[in-house]
């Protein structure tokens, strides 16, 4: 199994990022899917996962949204509303729950 995310980079306060984490080696139609990440001295959180529906942090929602498209074999994190706080490396994960992890993309949001 293989996850490549992208999309991070420099945004200002209240912009909008999308992320995009492709998902090779698995049916990933079959499986649910999320998107973790950590802040520098912080541990590891959940942000985001898909299962039949959709669950969020608490720090979160509202603002990201979550989905997939089977197709393309892609999850993705809509996040607008960006805060400052929100600044992380971002990782997708694939099955749910599994040891098989995106390499991080980072967000950084300047105030």
């Known amino acids: 199994v293989q996850l490549q995310a992208f999309g991070g980079g420099l945004v200002q306060a209240g912009g909008s990022l999308r992320l995009s984490c492709a998902v090779s080696g698995i049916v990933f139609s079959i499986y649910a899917g999320g998107w973790f990440r950590q802040a520098p001295g912080k541990q590891r959180e959940l942000v985001a996962i898909?299962?039949?529906?959709?669950s969020y942090a608490d720090s979160v929602k509202g603002r990201f949204t979550i989905s997939r498209d089977n197709a393309k074999n892609t999850v993705y994190l809509q996040m607008n509303s960006l805060k400052p706080e929100d600044t992380a490396v971002y990782y997708c994960n694939a099955p749910l729950w599994s040891n098989h992890w995106g390499q991080g993309t980072l967000v950084t949001v300047s105030s």
């Open positions: 898909m299962l039949s529906s959709t």
